[in-house]
Structure formats: structure tokens, C-alpha cells
């Protein structure tokens, strides 16, 4: 009788359904690749039985152990390592394997004949020929007889006999021994097909205790597996494998061995660059924008918002791959394979990467306190958070096992400590000295150690017990990934992947930068550098506008006020939107002329833009753009108008809360004239529907695009109550999310019949999501319902306006270009330039020679008639 078994000694399992389809196995496989290797792998079974007939059985008991565990792929055979110091033979249910000297042995015997044998020929055999040598009690079927008088050692051997169907098996086999032979035969055939490695799957093991790949743990490849998953992110970006195939062969090899390296020197190494990766695609996209320093341009990149380490270790990556190939690999693809190899040295797997990403050159500190999941989130944030990156429950659940490895700063869980102990918290672990490893089992090796921590309630961080807390499929998929380690490397590896193709950049997109840390000098640190700059110069052909138009008069201007605007918003981010609301609410009443900062004049009667209800007390930035004059005046006396300021300004708010630069053509002059009666005529209200808007907007030669566009500057800042409490009072708005409308209740009380005086008017933040970034975010809002004015929720009222909203809500960096190019034109809208106008030495007032002319003038015949009591009240915040 000859037993066909299963495969022992070969590497990496995949999908059984490939296997069977590819049909790559067969009996005798190796009779063109080497010959005899059956008689070799008999010879030695019968020296081993010979000496020992207890080797049969542990030869047996090692296949079955092995199928069972992950598949025959030899996994049961691998000794343990640094990357992976519990392997299967070391598990409880392994004790008293034997046989494994006989397999080196014999795989010691085949590399000398046949350099490379596959070892599953090796247990192929074994099994067969320990059938053969039963002259006596060996294995036969005694064991059924034994079971039948209840003379069998395990509860498992005695539990066949409480079914009738198995009780009639052993009945079956206890009379029958030829008919067991044949079924046992059989069963161990299809035992050998579970998962296995064949033909390029896998690897040839030079030992069968260790794999000869560097990773120097278990390998586990799950192309299958998580491939169809990673298309739905990677198939409208462009990406693919093996993308550097034909134009850098070597380059992921070439980044693999630098990572390799720096992990054996620092194994610290490895979290860092995971850490690093997802920092990255989480705050705008996986573009590498987490490298880029500090400029002149940019004083706040995102690596200035939250300590990181790995970026020398990216810089000698770089170095590597440039000196192999120069400029032909992305720093964004750098981070990306970095993780991968990250996971590979540290966790003992390995995926495929889809490559092609190319390097953004926007980098902004504000967008990453709003886009990284803080450590304090409870689970419905996290689940949100996620969800806002296309993210899901699972990629969740999946990517906090990265938790299993690195260490935290205090900071960031003392909250569980002090002044009492979360109740959350294991007492023994909180009480031990402080805990700064995310993992306090095996902080080195990725694995699933850290669900079991989470169970155990010995995780460090609000948002790791919050999966146990609060949702029912968080603390499900916890439990999932504890009780299966292969599991979570599969949704691992496939959440990786998925991740890594959140908002890439590819094709003619972005660039491929020379130095990890600086993007290239000819495309400045913009989003549409060169279109921008040419459209902005066509469409300020006539106002005669010019980019560099201080160059030499005032040449370090815009770097002025640049700092100045960079340190206000520091101190208060609030300033960020102010400017840009300050900007539009100039330019939409009499033209960029910096006619909102005036001030009244002493003695007269006249009131100015600053005092009308769509301006007071909500538009900031008045000392902001004061504050710029003054430095400006210092070095350039007489020379900056505070019309240029406040557009530089604006310009300067959304590169640093929004990372969307660009350049603004200037020469404007200020205006001498300021008129209250003007801003409620000029500004749209919060209370437009979509038709009023874009006429509006076309009475200011701007487009139904441009005012699409520029509405997303809701996407920071805050309005007071009344601006929308007629959209909460005293029905909700039929068009607004009940549960956020219950969230604006909350916050904003009925108003007052009749107002009350002296009544506090509160505020409530524009986005809900992402309040202090200036992004794409608005328009997500808008589709779900989340937005405070009419003139918001109005967009999706026409199919024009609703595209362009959805348009936007799927593309950020469509949108930023295209924001961009729409307040350059806006910044053109009737300015005064040449001898036009005047420069004023203080923003706020005119220069005494023009007070008695136009200011009164324009006072005069200006004849403003009192709007609606009840529309004035509604007046106290603009949409805009």
C-alpha cells in the first residue's frame, strides 16, 4: 500500500481554490528534476523506524499538525527567531513533536543530490513508508478496537462513541482493517491538499527549521487574498505592482536592504516608519508631504505638528535608491515599501505594494490635527475618523494592531492614570512603573499580541480600550484577530495596502522629488503652480496686476506678512478664517480697495463697512492686517498698500491651514471710501438659495464654478447662532441631519421674542468634521446634511451646483486648484491701481488730504434705506 500524504517542508500557503485550479500537484513531480529523490527520503524513514518505530507515528503526528495549523506549507517545522519567538512548535498543543532531526537529515541528504528539492517531496514520503513497515503493532486499525474497550488515552478518542455517526465509523473500522487502510489512505490524501505552497509560490528552504529569505520569520504572501480588495482603492489611482519594473528593477530591493539594515541597528526603526506612513497618507494622502521641512514659503509643514522620528532613516533610503536610479522613485512609494518592509522585519509577513505614487509639494501643520486620530478618541470618533479616509470598521480594527510594536510618551495616556485609574485599565498594569511600550508583550514583533492586551486590559491609550467599549463590531473584530493571528495578518496586509492608496497622486500629478525633505526648486511649493500663475496674470491684464510686483520696491513683503500671519495664527487659529472671510467681505463690496478696515471718522456721522451687522462683531482680522502694516512700514515705508495685505494674507491663511499656495498677483491701491449701506447690498446673505447666489456671483463677473468653489471656506471657521437659528426654529430645516440638527439645539437656544439685550450670541464651528482645516471637507458635509446655512445646503438644489459638490466632495486637490485659481480672479474685482487710490500709512484710516472728499462725498449720495427689522436680525453673520 502506498500512502500519498501531505506536503511538510515548503513555504508561504496561499489560497487552496489556486492551488487545485493550477493543478500543480502531481505524482511524481520530481522524476525530471531529480530522480530517486523517493528512495532517498525511504532509506532514511526506514533508518529512523528502524532505530526507533516511535519515529513512524511522530513523522504521522507531524504532517497532521502541520495541515492543521496554517496549511502543509512546513510552518510547524520553523525554529524561533528574534522576529518571531513563538512559532507553531513551541505552542502548548506542540509539545512532543518529534522527527524534526529526521527531516533535516534527509533535506541535508537531497541538497547534496538536487540543490533546491522541494522538501514537500520529503513528508510526501514519510508517511507512506511508515504504512509499509507494520509487520506488527504499529499503525493498523487496533486503535478502533482499543476505543470500543474504552482502552485510549484522550477524551477526544473516547468522544467517538457519544454520536451514532462517528460511533458507527469505529465499528465500521474495528472489523474491517483493509477497508481503513483505504480510507485512511485516502483522508490523508486529502489532508495534503489543504493551502500549499506550489510551483512559484513559496520558497525552497535550504534548512527546513529556518527560511532563507531575510525576513527571518513567517512569511506569509497574500496577493490573492487581499488583491481584489486593494483595486477598489488602487484602480482609479493608477497604481500597480512591480510599477518600477522596467525604469529601477532593483529599486525595492534596493530600499529593502537599507531597511533591513537600519532595523538590525535601531529596532525602534520599524514602528517609526509604520508610524510614518500613516501619518502620511492620513494627512492629505499618501504623498510624502509628511517630509517636506519648513520654508520661507511654509514655516509650518506637517512635520512640524507632531513630534515623528524615521526621517533621517528615509533620507539614507533615498540616497540609496537615488545613487541606483536618479529621480525615477518617489518619496511617496519610499514610505510606502519602508512600511512594508517595516512590517516584513518586524512581524515576520510580507505583501506586495502597488506602486506609482508621486510627491505633493503642500505641507501644512493645521491639517494634521485634524485628519491624525487622536489617542483620546472614543470608538465612534475613530470609526468616523476612519471613515472620512474611506476607510472601514475592519481597516480600523485591522491597522491599531501596529499598536503591538513602539513606544508612547506619557502624555498621551496619562489621562487613564490620573488623578484615578481608568476603569478600563488592569489595576497589577497600571500600577507597574510607567508603561511607555504600546505592547508590554514582545514590543518588538508585530503581531496580534496587542488585541489580547486590549481584552486584558493592559493597552495604554483611550483610543485602544474605546474598541472594546461602546461598539459591538469593534470589540467583535478585536476578539476575531486575538483568537487568529493568520487573520489579522491578512486583514493587516490588505488594510495596509488600502491605505496606501488614499488620495495618491499619479501620472502628470505631483512630482518625483530629488531629496526626501525639499520639493524640487522649479515647481514653488503650490498646488497648481505654473496654471495659477498664468491665469492669474491673464485675468489681471487690465487691472495691471503683477506677481513680484514688490520684487524691488519692497522685495521681502510678502515674507513679511507672511510671518506675521503664520505667528497670529499660531496664537489663535481663528485668525485663519478671519482672513479669508476678511478678504471676500472686501473685495464683494467695493472692490479689493481695503475699504472693510477703515474706521469711522471722529465727529462725523458716517457710518462705515466694519459697523454693519454682516461684519460686527463677527469679521476678524483687523489687528492681524495692523499688525502687518506696522512691519511693513519699518522696512518699507509708504510703499505696501493694505489692499495687497489683506490679500497676501488670505493668500497666507490657506497655505497654512489648508496647504494651498499659490500666487497672487498685486499693485492694488487702497480706497478712501467706506460705506455701511454697501456691505448688506453686496454681500450674499446665509439665507440665498442657489439661483440668487449665482447671480450674485455673476454681478461679479464670477462664475456658478467660482462660487461654488469658494463656498468651501466653510470648511473652517465658526458662525454665531443667529446666522441659522431660523434653520433650527421652530421646525429643523427639512434638509438638514436631525441628529446634527439636535447637535446646532444643543448649542444654540431658540432666539429671543423679542431679542433680548445684552443676550450672549454663541458660536458653532462652520465644518463639524474637520473645523481648523481649510480642505474638501464642506462639500461631504453638504451631501450629508451637515452644514449650518441655507446658501450651503442650497447647492444640491440644481443639478449644476449639486455636480459640482459632488465633483468636489471626491476630489480634494481638484478642488484646492481650482480655489486657488478662483481667488486670485476674485482678488481682481474693481481695484484700484496706478494713481488710483492712495497707500495709506494706517489700515484703518485714510490719509488726511482725502477725508473731506470722497469719504463725505460718498456719504452723501450713498441714501442707504433701512432694511427689514427681522432680515437685518437674520443679517448677523453673511454666508460668506
Given at each position: ?39 532517498v ?5 526506514i ?12 513523522l ?21 527567531s528574534?522576529v ?10 506542540s ?32 508517511p507512506?513508508?511508515?504504512g509499509?513497515?507494520?509487520p ?6 487496533t ?5 470500543l474497550?474504552?482502552v ?29 487502510d ?9 489532508l ?32 490573492v ?14 497604481l ?18 537599507v531597511v ?5 541597528a535601531d529596532?525602534?526603526?520599524?514602528p ?43 533620507n ?17 512609494d519610499?514610505?510606502?515599501f ?25 505641507s ?13 478618541f ?10 472620512a ?26 489621562n ?13 498594569y ?11 508583550v514582545?514590543?518588538?514583533t ?9 481584552l486584558?486590559?493592559?493597552?495604554l ?12 463590531d ?6 476575531e ?27 502628470a ?31 489681471s491684464?487690465e487691472?495691471?496686476l503683477?506677481?513680484g510686483y ?7 513683503a ?15 487659529p481663528?485668525?485663519?478664517?478671519g482672513l479669508?472671510r ?17 474706521d ?12 454693519s451687522q454682516a461684519?460686527?462683531p ?10 502687518a ?8 515705508r ?18 497654512i ?10 499693485g ?5 471710501v467706506?460705506?455701511?449701506s454697501d456691505v ?25 464654478d ?19 437659528s ?5 421646525q ?16 444654540c437656544p431658540?432666539?429671543a421674542?423679542?431679542?433680548a ?9 462652520l ?18 446634511g ?5 446658501s ?8 449644476d451646483?449639486?455636480?459640482l ?9 481638484l478642488?484646492?486648484?481650482r480655489?486657488a ?5 476674485m482678488?481682481n474685482l474693481?481695484?484700484l ?11 484703518n ?36
Amino acid at each position: 500500500m502506498r500512502l500519498t500524504v501531505a506536503v511538510i517542508c515548503s513555504l508561504v500557503a496561499v489560497q487552496l481554490w489556486v492551488t487545485l485550479l493550477a493543478g500543480e500537484l502531481k505524482v511524481g513531480y520530481y522524476d525530471d528534476k531529480c530522480s530517486g529523490v523517493e528512495d532517498v527520503v525511504k532509506s532514511h524513514v526506514i533508518k529512523a523506524i528502524i532505530l526507533n518505530r516511535g519515529n513512524g507515528a511522530a513523522l504521522v503526528r507531524l504532517i497532521f499538525h502541520d495541515c492543521f495549523v496554517r496549511g502543509c506549507d512546513g510552518s510547524v517545522l520553523l525554529d524561533a527567531s528574534g522576529v518571531n519567538p513563538r512559532p507553531e512548535k513551541v505552542a502548548p498543543v506542540s509539545i512532543g513533536l518529534e522527527g524534526f532531526d529526521i527531516l533535516e537529515e534527509i533535506k541535508a541528504d537531497l541538497e547534496r543530490r538536487c540543490p533546491g528539492v522541494d522538501l514537500a517531496t520529503v513528508a510526501r514520503f514519510m508517511p507512506a513508508f511508515v504504512g509499509k513497515l507494520r509487520p506488527v503493532s504499529a499503525l493498523d486499525n487496533t486503535y478502533y478496537r482499543n476505543n470500543l474497550d474504552k482502552v485510549v488515552n484522550f477524551n477526544s478518542d473516547w468522544q467517538l462513541l457519544t454520536q451514532d455517526e462517528t460511533r458507527g465509523h469505529v465499528h465500521e473500522y474495528a472489523d474491517n482493517a483493509a477497508l481503513w487502510d483505504h480510507d485512511f489512505a485516502a483522508s490523508l490524501l486529502k489532508l495534503s491538499k489543504l493551502p500549499m505552497p506550489a510551483g512559484s509560490k513559496g520558497e525552497i528552504r535550504n534548512k527546513c527549521s529556518s527560511i532563507n529569505h531575510r525576513y527571518r520569520g513567517m512569511k506569509l504572501i497574500l496577493m490573492v487574498a487581499f488583491q481584489a480588495m486593494s483595486l477598489i482603492s488602487i484602480s482609479t489611482a493608477s497604481l500597480q505592482y512591480n510599477f518600477y519594473g522596467s525604469s529601477c528593477p532593483n529599486a525595492e530591493q534596493t530600499i529593502s536592504n537599507v531597511v533591513y539594515g537600519l532595523i538590525d541597528a535601531d529596532p525602534s526603526m520599524a514602528p517609526a516608519l509604520l508610524r510614518l506612513h500613516f501619518h502620511d497618507c492620513f494627512v492629505m494622502g499618501c504623498d510624502a508631504s509628511i517630509l517636506l521641512d519648513p520654508t520661507k514659503a511654509n514655516g509650518s509643514p506637517e512635520k512640524t505638528a507632531i513630534p515623528l522620528r524615521g526621517y533621517d532613516a528615509v533620507n539614507k533610503i533615498k540616497a540609496a535608491v537615488e545613487a541606483v536610479c536618479p529621480g525615477k522613485v518617489s518619496c511617496a512609494d519610499i514610505l510606502a515599501f519602508a512600511a512594508r518592509d517595516s512590517v516584513a522585519k518586524s512581524g515576520g509577513f510580507v505583501y506586495p505594494v502597488p506602486s506609482g505614487r508621486r510627491d505633493g509639494n503642500v505641507s501644512s501643520a493645521f491639517s494634521v490635527f485634524s485628519s491624525i486620530p487622536s489617542p483620546f478618541f472614543d470608538a465612534d470618533e475613530l470609526v468616523q475618523s476612519f471613515a472620512a479616509k474611506g476607510l472601514t470598521v475592519d481597516d480600523l480594527v485591522a491597522l491599531s494592531g501596529a499598536h503591538s510594536i513602539g513606544t508612547a510618551h506619557c502624555s498621551g495616556f496619562k489621562n487613564r492614570l490620573y488623578p484615578t485609574v481608568d476603569a478600563s485599565l488592569d489595576a497589577s498594569y497600571a500600577a507597574a512603573p510607567p508603561p511607555t511600550t504600546a505592547c508590554p508583550v514582545s514590543p518588538a514583533t508585530l503581531g496580534n499580541q496587542y488585541f489580547k492586551n486590549a481584552l486584558a486590559g493592559r493597552v495604554l491609550f483611550t483610543s485602544d480600550a474605546a474598541l472594546l467599549a461602546g461598539r459591538n463590531d469593534t470589540a467583535e473584530k478585536v476578539r476575531e484577530n486575538a483568537g487568529d493571528l493568520t487573520a489579522w495578518m491578512a486583514r493587516f496586509a490588505a488594510s495596509m495596502v488600502k491605505m496606501g492608496g488614499i488620495e495618491v497622486l499619479t501620472g502628470a500629478r505631483g512630482e518625483v522629488r530629488s531629496a526626501a525633505r525639499g520639493v524640487r526648486r522649479h515647481g514653488s511649493p503650490v498646488i497648481i503652480a505654473w496654471a495659477i500663475v498664468f491665469f492669474s496674470i491673464f485675468a489681471s491684464s487690465e487691472a495691471q496686476l503683477q506677481v513680484g510686483y514688490y520684487n524691488y520696491t519692497c522685495p521681502r513683503a510678502e515674507d513679511l506678512v507672511r510671518n506675521v500671519v503664520r505667528a497670529a495664527i499660531l496664537r489663535d487659529p481663528g485668525n485663519g478664517p478671519g482672513l479669508v472671510r476678511l478678504f471676500f467681505h472686501d473685495c464683494f463690496v467695493r472692490g479689493c480697495d481695503a475699504s472693510v478696515l477703515l474706521d469711522a471718522v471722529p465727529g462725523s456721522n458716517a457710518t462705515v463697512e466694519k459697523m454693519s451687522q454682516a461684519n460686527n462683531p463677527s469679521l476678524r482680522g483687523f489687528a492681524v492686517i495692523d499688525r502687518a502694516k506696522r512691519v511693513l512700514e519699518r522696512r518699507c515705508r509708504g510703499t505696501v498698500s493694505c489692499a495687497d495685505i489683506v490679500a497676501f494674507a488670505a493668500r497666507d491663511a490657506c497655505g497654512i491651514m489648508g496647504g494651498i499656495d499659490f500666487a497672487v498677483p498685486s499693485g492694488r491701491r487702497d480706497g478712501a471710501v467706506s460705506a455701511e449701506s454697501d456691505v448688506l447690498n453686496n454681500l450674499p446673505p446665509p439665507f440665498f438659495n442657489a439661483t440668487q447666489l449665482v447671480a450674485g456671483f455673476a454681478a461679479k463677473n464670477l462664475t456658478a464654478d467660482d462660487m461654488v468653489v469658494l463656498s468651501g471656506a466653510h470648511s473652517f471657521g465658526r458662525s454665531h447662532c443667529s446666522a441659522f437659528s431660523f434653520r433650527l426654529y421652530p421646525q429643523v430645516a427639512p434638509d438638514m441631519d436631525a441628529a446634527y440638527a439636535a447637535q446646532l439645539r444643543a448649542r444654540c437656544p431658540p432666539p429671543a421674542a423679542p431679542p433680548a439685550t445684552g443676550r450672549r450670541d454663541r458660536v458653532v464651528d462652520l465644518d463639524p468634521v474637520t473645523k481648523l482645516v481649510l480642505d474638501n471637507q464642506y462639500y461631504k458635509n453638504i451631501q450629508r446634511g451637515e452644514v449650518l446655512f441655507t446658501s450651503d445646503a442650497t447647492l444640491v438644489s440644481q443639478s449644476d451646483t449639486a455636480a459640482l459638490v459632488d465633483l468636489y466632495a471626491r476630489n480634494r486637490k481638484l478642488w484646492a486648484s481650482r480655489f486657488a485659481a478662483a481667488m486670485v480672479k476674485m482678488g481682481n474685482l474693481d481695484v484700484l491701481t496706478g494713481s488710483q487710490g492712495e497707500i495709506r500709512k494706517f489700515c484703518n484710516r485714510v490719509l488726511a488730504r482725502a477725508v473731506q472728499t470722497e469719504v463725505e462725498k460718498d456719504m452723501v449720495i450713498s441714501n442707504w434705506s433701512q432694511l427689514d427689522s427681522a432680515v437685518s436680525t437674520q443679517m448677523t453673520a453673511t454666508g460668506f
